[in-house]
């Protein structure tokens, strides 16, 4: 019955390690190569289609080639070449704003000197007054700054002629990453003669810089004190 009762255990803590084992593999950390943030879908690039085979008419014109006039040079005009995207970006905001009331009130009866009512009502007691004051003010500024470069495919043409980019530049560093992205619209006449656009230029914008690793960890607040500042009530 002993006998029984051992192989019994050795089974069940055979089973709890290997329950055990399979819980601490999963809940191992992947690698650093493995952890790669998947692509945002709206900054995918976009790819040129493969043109249409030449139809052998003997035209030198072939409209499955595109077209591009003598005195545009090289200019990015299909769906998927590429156009640089110079960032200009600065902003600055300032609001200011104040508040001030003030209320004042005063009230006095004269009380009888002579009769019964005389000694009912305390001439000290019937004059009062009331006021009240306040004051506000409240100030914001802000300013952000970006400079760069980053290039861009052309995502699609419309009828007018304003075409949509999109793209994004991802850069490791030895201490964490930095991601640019841009989408927006851009008319053909802002395209320079090698193929740049500013960033003032690009309507419907979306613009996203940010980064991972230590560096921005260490500008984070930790997650300790974001719990207890949104309970906080100052």
């Known amino acids: ?28 950390e992947a690698p650093a190569h493995a952890r790669k943030a998947p692509r945002v879908s709206e900054y995918e690039p976009t790819y040129a289609a493969a043109p249409m085979p030449a139809q052998a008419n003997g035209s030198i014109y072939q409209a499955s080639m595109g077209y591009n006039a003598l005195t545009n040079g090289a200019r990015a005009a299909m769906v ?5 995207i110079l960032l200009v970006e600065r902003t600055q905001a300032v609001k200011a704003n104040s508040a001030s009331t003030d209320r004042s009130g005063n009230v006095g009866i004269n009380p009888p000197t002579t009769g019964w009512l005389s000694k009912l009502i305390d001439k000290d007691d019937v004059t009062t007054s009331g006021g009240g004051k306040f ?26 002629g304003t075409m949509l980019v999109r793209g994004e530049k991802l850069v490791t560093l030895n201490r964490g990453d930095e991601n640019i992205a841009i989408t927006g619209l851009i008319r053909a006449a802002d395209i320079g003669p090698d193929n740049r656009v500013p960033s003032t230029r690009v309507a419907d914008a979306r613009i996203t810089y940010s980064g991972k690793g230590e560096i921005a960890r260490a500008s984070r607040q930790g997650w300790f004190n974001r719990f207890f500042s949104i309970l906080s009530p100052f």
């Open 135 to 160: 004051d506000g003010k409240g100030a914001a500024a802000q300013s952000n700054q970006l400079n760069g470069e980053i290039s861009v495919t052309i995502a699609r043409v419309y009828p007018n």
């Open 1 to 28: 019955m002993s006998t029984r009762t051992s192989k019994g255990d050795m089974r069940a803590f055979t089973v709890l390690g290997l329950v055990a084992a399979m819980v601490m593999g999963s809940a191992l």
């Open 80 to 84: 998927g070449d590429i156009v640089t």
